[in-house]
């Protein structure tokens, strides 16, 4: 199992280092490449982001290209191949993988570069898949991506509808991961959060019950993370989820075996329940 099993099972979330750290060296290449090629004047490093002095616009704009180039190179789904063995010892050898990573960029003191405290769960996905937020930096204290532990057990969860005027349903920071109509959760208390700040290589994972985001990075540098959800094939999805959202990534061979099985024995086929395509 993961590193801290125990505690993923009893609080919801874990923290584990990954071994093979190549293709998220790469994505953090591209976004430091980028972000010299965009600013060549005033760009240092990707922790001082926030010093250069651009309008919403042109980050906006810049944050979508490296998303563009992220997703068109499919480094997250390298990144999985890479440390499969972890990823089989928690969903087992059917799995899929959210076909698009978003990249975070939030600079200290901006709201906006956030989306706030939420559950994914109301936004479309189950509490059969997990977040993995891989930061791109080493994270000071302020700058990780917060947690509530043990808060996919809490009940009767309050939401409160808002409507985000920066981001209108289907455009480009809709499809980056902003929301346009945010669930704003009612009777959340500071102290219950608490900011996990990791090393680059290591990585946050949490199922998609648990309370998670960050209102603000206080912290005095950019966060830089990239995030993507993974599940087992065969585990159910909410209804409204999109049906390119999972790319089917891995096949087990007993997967592979009934498959061909059935292939060749249809009848047999009709007699199963519980089927996913
Ligand atoms: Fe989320």
């Given at each position: 199992?993961?590193?801290?099993?125990?505690?993923?099972?009893?609080?919801?979330?874990?923290?584990?280092?990954?071994?093979?750290?190549?293709?998220?060296?790469?994505?953090?290449?591209?976004?430091?490449?980028?972000?010299?090629?965009?600013?060549?004047?005033?760009?240092?490093?990707?922790?001082?982001?926030?010093?250069?002095?651009?309008?919403?616009?042109?980050?906006?704009?810049?944050?979508?290209?490296?998303?563009?180039?992220?997703?068109?190179?499919?480094?997250?789904?390298?990144?999985?191949?890479?440390n499969l063995n972890?990823?089989?010892?928690?969903?087992?050898?059917?799995?899929?993988?959210?076909?698009?990573?978003?990249?975070?960029?939030?600079?200290?003191?901006?709201?906006?570069?956030?989306?706030?405290?939420?559950?994914?769960?109301?936004?479309?996905?189950?509490?059969?898949?997990?977040?993995?937020?891989?930061?791109?930096?080493?994270?000071?204290?302020?700058?990780?991506?917060?947690?509530?532990?043990?808060?996919?057990?809490?009940?009767?969860?309050?939401t409160q509808q808002?409507?985000?005027?920066?981001?209108?349903?289907?455009?480009?920071?809709?499809?980056?991961?902003?929301?346009?109509?945010?669930?704003?959760?009612?009777?959340?208390?500071?102290?219950?959060?608490?900011?996990?700040?990791?090393?680059?290589?290591?990585?946050?994972?949490?199922?998609?019950?648990?309370?998670?985001?960050?209102?603000?990075?206080?912290?005095?540098?950019?966060?830089?993370?990239?995030?993507?959800?993974?599940?087992?094939?065969?585990?159910?999805?909410?209804?409204?989820?999109?049906?390119?959202?999972?790319?089917?990534?891995?096949?087990?061979?007993?997967?592979?075996?009934?498959?061909k099985f059935y292939?060749?024995?249809?009848?047999?086929?009709?007699?199963?329940?519980?089927?996913?395509?």
């Amino acid at each position: 199992m993961t590193t801290n099993h125990q505690e993923f099972s009893q609080d919801g979330y874990f923290t584990h280092k990954f071994e093979t750290l190549s293709a998220l060296q790469e994505i953090r290449e591209i976004c430091e490449s980028m972000a010299k090629a965009a600013f060549p004047e005033q760009y240092t490093s990707l922790d001082n982001y926030h010093l250069i002095d651009i309008d919403s616009k042109a980050h906006d704009d810049f944050q979508y290209q490296v998303f563009t180039r992220l997703n068109d190179k499919k480094l997250h789904h390298q990144f999985v191949n890479q440390n499969l063995n972890f990823f089989i010892s928690l969903f087992g050898p059917d799995i899929d993988i959210q076909t698009k990573t978003y990249i975070r960029i939030a600079r200290p003191g901006k709201q906006l570069d956030n989306i706030g405290m939420h559950r994914d769960i109301d936004y479309g996905n189950s509490a059969y898949e997990i977040s993995l937020s891989l930061p791109l930096i080493n994270q000071k204290a302020g700058c990780g991506l917060s947690i509530i532990p043990k808060s996919h057990l809490f009940i009767d969860q309050k939401t409160q509808q808002l409507n985000r005027e920066d981001v209108e349903r289907g455009d480009t920071k809709n499809e980056m991961g902003f929301l346009y109509a945010p669930k704003r959760l009612t009777g959340i208390k500071k102290e219950q959060e608490k900011c996990i700040c990791l090393p680059f290589g290591s990585g946050l994972g949490f199922t998609l019950g648990l309370i998670h985001g960050q209102e603000e990075n206080t912290s005095n540098m950019t966060r830089w993370s990239i995030d993507f959800r993974v599940k087992n094939s065969f585990h159910p999805v909410n209804k409204n989820l999109k049906h390119d959202y999972y790319t089917r990534f891995n096949q087990g061979i007993l997967t592979e075996l009934a498959k061909k099985f059935y292939q060749v024995n249809p009848d047999e086929f009709n007699l199963l329940t519980n089927i996913v395509n």
